[in-house]
């Protein structure tokens, strides 16, 4: 879902510009809201979500207004942890000049699971008549991005290691379409990232995305874990060997970038631990 992109995200000053994308409930709806303001419920119900998403008999499809891939909105019947997905049967190809993929937005997921990060909402491979596509969980209650309106979290620390983790794993994934339309919040600030459907492709290039001004410590020492044989358990179905393989290089780009910024200001001001 392509909107005006953001050059750059907010850091330790955090002047967070929103606005409120609330979507209605229809009556009788159950929410995935766990509490009051907390969106991020999958965690602790995963294998439950992902078949929910996967499984699920669809009610009703509804087109998305936003989106130049032209994403829609499936509906489920019963009595589900999940009340709607977001629906891409997406197949790898050019798009409007970019390489694309409904497989991209599981591998996000797949990955985001193995750096244990959980900001990417579950997404699985499933059929909606006919048609073979990505179907992604639609969070309930979450805020996005508006440059007209600004206000700051109550963490401003925890935000910004959510803003670090992000830049982090983008660089990674080799995300070029982080933008103001796919990157979401909830009402206990949790960020949450959707839209990975141009992510992962064969490059090594890691300046197309925005730099972390600083690198979180624990998601940096998974990372540098990671081998071909890890990345082919958990991706090997949604990628091939040289996208996997483009995945070790940008990390071990990111390594030589976060040695340069060591060694300019020093690890105490680089590594949030």
Known sequence: MTITALKTFPGVALAVVLVLVLSPLPV?????????????????????VESSIRDGVVDRIEHVPIGVTKPKRVYFR????VRSAAWKPLMPGRYNGYWESYKSEIAAYELDKLLGLDMVPPAVERQVKGDIGAAVMW????????????????????????????????????NIDRNQGNLL???DFHLILIDHSRAFTTTSDITTMARPTMFDAAVWNRLKALTLPDLQASLGKWLGKRELEAILKRRDRMALQLDKMIQERGEAAVLMK
């Open 139 to 174: 969070v309930e209650g979450v805020k996005g991005w508006d440059p007209s309106v600004a206000i700051a979290p109550p963490n401003p620390l925890e935000w910004t290691r959510q803003v670090v983790r992000m830049k982090m794993f983008d660089q990674l994934i080799a």
């Open 78 to 81: 019963g009595d589900l942890p």
């Open 28 to 48: 009788g709806a159950r929410q995935t809201v766990a509490q009051p303001g907390h969106s991020v419920t999958w965690p602790s119900q995963r294998e439950l």
């Open 185 to 187: 919040y909830d009402g």
